[in-house]
């Protein structure tokens, strides 16, 4: 894809910091509803990142309203999730549809494609610059200007979709936020058939490894744990089922490492700026919803923008991350104590209807509240006393 420019002195009404998923969503979903917009972006397209790499039909069906329908020729489906430990599994179908596992650069491709056809200005191998505040009034209302290359633009609402350690975070002033985890996570991809319909979440004592598959002939594994001088190498030795099965397989990946956190922010905007994706908080990596967020986040900010004020933006971004930061609170409680992760996956085992119903809500499907009420004292008691069928 080939960069675009920009004339110097150039005015664009959404100035967008950051090209990765988020941004390049909020381009999309801000071009459906003709407001032009431009995203810097500081690498080329086609980016990389450490990633489970696996959308979940929800992630799927909104990819689908910003006008992206992945299909099996862009990686490979899975239909469920299992959990597992050394001792026991349990699994469940989605409730409708299917996921989906996608290289990371593929996606990026079909986005960043996608928002080209829409008519979003999009500046790779970019770098974005905020002097001292210079804001000036026009017709048309309030505007900045940023230095993009060395070059003014001129922008009436700025996005910063500029990742984790979001920069514009701290320049608009809403960098106040309550961490509640932090996580590595490492990423590799094998050269193997998928063994398994689901994607396979591994319960060690260190933290997770999980198992998507992204192509007939590859899988991605993701190992995360909140120690960040795990021995990287040898990942797979606490995983002896999958060492097997990956015994021999190619690694055609470099291994990659990202910090995974559970965050929110005070604020995700101000009158003229807000944050998307992973710069405006995220739920840790184990929930596989980071995607589905950033998704239904820029057709909300867009619907926001084009109403002329970020209010209901703040509004739509609290409800958006109500669920997946709820289950991602169950999930790393599990990981906190490994003693109640054993009993709470033989419990599962022996109430699967628990699980199921668990990620129907996940999905959306079911509400939480109303899973824990009906099946939760079941699964107490089954905590507390059952032992696991074989
Ligand atoms: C280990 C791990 C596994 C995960 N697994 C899954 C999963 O299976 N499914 C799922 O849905 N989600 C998963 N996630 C979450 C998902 O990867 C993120 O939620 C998603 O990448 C967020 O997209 P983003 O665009 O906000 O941020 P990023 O993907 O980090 O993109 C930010 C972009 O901004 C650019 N940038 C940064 N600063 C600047 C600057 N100053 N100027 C210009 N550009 C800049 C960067 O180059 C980058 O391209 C996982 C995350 C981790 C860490």
């Given amino acids: 894809m080939q960069n675009q420019t920009r004339s110097p002195h150039a ?86 549809g299917e996921g989906i596992g996608v290289r990371r650069p593929h996606l990026h ?5 996608r928002a080209v056809d829409a008519g979003a200005h999009l500046l790779f191998n970019s770098h974005v610059q905020f002097p001292a505040a210079t804001s000036d009034s026009t017709s048309s209302g309030a505007h900045s200007t940023a230095l993009v290359n060395g070059g003014p633009l001129r922008f009436r609402w700025l996005v910063g979709a500029d990742g984790q350690a979001s920069t514009v975070r701290k320049w608009a002033g809403l960098d106040r936020a309550r961490t509640r985890s932090l996580r590595y996570g490492f990423r590799t991809h094998y050269r193997v058939a998928p063994w398994s319909e689901f994607v396979e979440v591994h319960w060690g004592r260190g933290g997770q490894l999980y198992v998507t598959p992204v192509a007939a002939d590859c899988v991605c594994v993701v190992y995360i744990t909140r120690n960040p001088r795990c021995d990287r190498a040898n990942i797979l030795a606490n995983f002896p089922e999958i060492a097997s099965r ?31 994706g992973d710069a405006s908080g995220s739920a840790d990596a184990i929930t596989g919803e980071g995607l589905a967020i950033s998704f239904r986040q820029a057709l909300a900010l867009a619907e926001s923008i084009q109403s002329g004020s970020l209010e209901p933006y703040r509004c739509a971004h609290r409800q958006i991350g109500k669920l997946p930061h709820a289950m991602g609170e169950l999930m790393l409680t599990l990981d906190r104590w490994p003693a109640l992760q054993i009993r709470a996956i033989r419990a599962m085992a022996t109430t699967p209807i628990f699980f199921r119903e668990l990620l129907h809500a996940h999905m959306g499907e079911k509400a939480l509240a109303s899973v824990l009420l009906r099946r939760g004292p079941r699964f107490g008691w089954n905590l507390l006393t059952k032992r696991a069928r074989a």
């Fill in 246 to 276: 990956l015994a021999g397989a190619e690694v055609v990946s470099q291994q990659r490492a990202a910090v995974t956190a559970s965050c929110k922010l005070h604020r995700v905007a101000s009158d003229c700026a807000a944050l998307i």
């Fill in 109 to 113: 491709s079909l986005l960043a494609a």
């Fill in 11 to 96: 005015t664009t009404e959404v100035l967008i910091v950051g090209g990765g998923p988020a941004g390049l969503a909020a381009s999309i979903a801000l071009r459906q509803r003709g407001i032009d917009c431009t995203v810097v972006e500081a690498r080329s397209p086609a980016a990389d990142k450490a990633c489970g790499e696996g959308l979940m039909p929800d992630s799927r069906d909104t990819l689908a309203k910003l006008g992206v329908t992945l299909t099996e020729s862009d990686g490979h489906p899975f239909r469920g999730i299992r959990f597992e430990n050394s001792m026991h599994s349990v699994d469940a179908h989605f409730p409708h």
